[in-house]
Structures are given as structure tokens and as C-alpha cells.
Nanobody, 127 residues
């Protein structure tokens, strides 16, 4: 069982930055990978970035490569998404999610592979 608590969303201007946080807890957290997804109104929930945790592998959607960085604080079981050079098309609800190691491929981009989800946090980039 994994519990996720998100924070850090808000309103920024084009070119600005935000850092999202996902604090994870639960007995089996160390065996899980953490991913970020986003969903804009009328759109599907899309992959953004993921950290495979124990393996140290991170990977990103093409649309955010070079602008977003995923990182972690192992002591606090917290994963961060540093978002820079934000664009209006980045506007969405951002979700933190966890999946079991070995579920899906190691670089899964599919929401269905993730078992636990945070509440979502709104990121709005003004145009």
C-alpha cells in the first residue's frame, strides 16, 4: 500500500518555473517506481516523467525533455518535478503515481501500469 501527497502547483507566466513535490509513504514504497502524468481538459492523461527509484533510471516525455527534471529525496521518500521554461501547453492537472517494480516495462508510459495516484495539482501557465 502506497499513499501519495502532492503539492507545488500554481499559476505562472510563460517561461516561469515550478517545483512539484510528491511525498510517498507506505510499507512497500521502496519497491515502487514513481511517475508524473498530466491531463488537460478534454485530453487524455499523458505521461510526463518517471523515476525508477532503486535502479536510478529516469525518463521523460519528448514534450518536456530538457525543461523538466525529476529528482528525489530518499530520506523523505519524496519525488520532485522541477518544471522550467513553462509553456501554455503545459497547463494541466499533474498527478503523481506509483507502480510496482516489474509492472509494465521499465520505462512504462501508460497510466494503467500505475496502481496508486495522488490527488492531482493544477498547473496553469498564462499566455
Amino acid at each position: 500500500q502506497v499513499q501519495l501527497v502532492e503539492s507545488g502547483g500554481g499559476l505562472v507566466q510563460t517561461g516561469g518555473s515550478l517545483r512539484l513535490s510528491c511525498a510517498a509513504s507506505g510499507r512497500f514504497f521502496s519497491s515502487y517506481y514513481i511517475g508524473w502524468f498530466r491531463q488537460a481538459p478534454g485530453k487524455e492523461r499523458d505521461f510526463v516523467a518517471a523515476d525508477t527509484w532503486s535502479s536510478g533510471i529516469t525518463y521523460y516525455a519528448d514534450s518536456v525533455e530538457g525543461r523538466f527534471t525529476i529528482s528525489r529525496d530518499n530520506a523523505k521518500n519524496t519525488v520532485f518535478l522541477q518544471m522550467s521554461s513553462l509553456k501554455p501547453e503545459d497547463t494541466a492537472i499533474y498527478y503523481c503515481a506509483a507502480r510496482r517494480a516489474g509492472q509494465g516495462t521499465i520505462q512504462s508510459r501508460w497510466p494503467r501500469d500505475y496502481d496508486y495516484w495522488g490527488q492531482g495539482t493544477q498547473v496553469t501557465v498564462s499566455s
